[in-house]
């Protein structure tokens, strides 16, 4: 089935420990989203990408960086890890975004120590 | 700015009772509304949406109605059961390809 696919499914790493974190569509989707989403809090986009067209949101913190190497695959890269950074990582595509309906992939939680 | 105001949760209801989540919004333009639900250790998923005033969306039972002029967008549903149990969100997307989330509601169907 065509689908996002998000891994690792759970990842722990260290306080200031670099991490990434892998995205994968098989919807052949052009836009590929990251959202954030802390405990009992609603998703936060963070950034999303229109084919190679980087779009990041104002009050993302400098911390997070993303990558797409080509269509299918989409990366963040946390490069210095805090407490705070501990959340649900929702990945999700849409066609050509605007009204369209985003898929979501079922999430990388992320603990940080 | 935009915004998704959601009723508190956790929603408690026991099996077959009438659910209604409310959902209002704040928002520049004409935007679509859509409700998402996350079931547990899962991701969010496409419940239903609305494009323009008066339409009314629907999806396994859920129903939900566009009303411009209260700026709502409530989820319905005649006949909840236990496997309706999860967290349900609002969200507005007013064409700048970016959801804005409500803070979430969860709903507990107790057999």
């Known amino acids: 089935d065509a689908m996002v696919i998000q891994n690792p499914r759970y990842q722990v790493t260290q306080f200031g420990k670099p991490v990434t974190l892998s995205c994968s569509q098989t919807?052949?989707?052009?836009?590929m989203y990251w959202y954030q989403q802390k405990s009992s809090q609603a998703p936060k986009l963070l950034f999303h990408?229109?084919?190679?067209?980087?779009?990041n949101e104002a009050d993302t913190p400098d911390n997070f960086q993303s990558r797409r190497p080509n269509t299918s695959f989409c990366f963040l890269d946390i490069r210095s890890p805090g407490l705070g950074d501990t959340a649900m990582y929702l990945c999700a595509t849409s066609r050509r975004g605007g009204e369209e309906t985003q898929y979501f992939g079922p999430g990388t939680r992320l603990l940080v120590l | 700015g935009n915004s998704v105001t959601q009723m508190e949760g956790p929603v408690t209801l026991s099996e077959e009772a009438f659910l209604t989540i409310n959902c209002t919004y704040t928002a520049t333009g004409y935007p679509s509304l859509f409700w998402y639900v996350q079931y547990p250790g899962e991701g969010l998923q496409l419940l239903l949406k609305?494009?323009?005033?008066?339409d009314k969306g629907s999806n396994k039972g859920f129903e939900a109605t566009y009303r411009k002029e209260t700026t709502s967008f409530h989820l319905e549903k005649g006949s909840v059961q236990v496997s309706d149990s999860a967290v349900y969100f609002c969200?507005?997307?007013?064409?700048?390809?970016?959801?804005?989330f409500g803070s979430g509601t969860r709903l507990q169907v107790q057999p």
């Open positions: 969200a507005l997307d007013t064409g700048r390809r970016a959801l804005t």
């Open positions: 990408y229109y084919d190679k067209d980087f779009n």
């Open positions: 919807l052949n989707h052009n836009v």
């Open positions: 609305a494009t323009k005033a008066d």
